[in-house]
């Protein structure tokens, strides 16, 4: 399950919960005096950018960074053994080679490129567990932020902005900026981790 559906699945747990609580509420509402009946009705509702924090947020560019190197690898190593397959291929069809020369080397290059396509499977699994890996972190560090700012501000519930899901007609309901200010001041002295060579 990718980062996204994940959050969305959270997501609708949320609402549905909401849902549930909201609706107790209403059916214990007459059974408690209005004095002490805030509940559900007083409760803040907020927004967040997941995205847009992973974007902006000194941990967030920290992580984009160390992906970013680590894809820049993969490409490079890809169009190295890309460039060798085509100078194996060149060199099949403009030199003069014997029958049994050219069959030895139209077999290297079918092994070069089936070689080529498993190692690149095979890096693009080990990256997508490595972004999976890093993500997890992420929003482990992530999650005390959003619940400290969430109590600073009475807010009881808070859904992620979601294009095509999430219509937000308030931007005053945004608390993305509070959360990465306060997830940048959380990051130790000195500013966040440089990513790894």
Known sequence: M??????????????????????????????????????????????????????ESSAGKVLFEKLKVENDKIAAERAKRQQDIRDMEARLTSEVLSADARGQLSRDVERARTDAQRWLEDQQRDFQQKQQQEEAVFQQQLAPIVESVAKEHGIGLIFRATPGLTFVLDPNLDITP?????????APSGGAAQPQE
């Open 2 to 55: 990718n980062f996204q559906a994940l959050v969305r699945a959270a997501v609708l747990v949320a609402v549905f919960q909401f849902i549930v609580v909201a609706q107790t509420n209403a059916q214990d509402q007459s059974a408690v005096p209005p004095a002490t009946s805030a509940g559900v009705a007083g409760a803040k509702i907020a927004v967040i950018d997941i995205d847009r924090i992973a974007a």
């Open 178 to 186: 509070l959360v990465i200010q306060a997830f940048d001041s959380a």
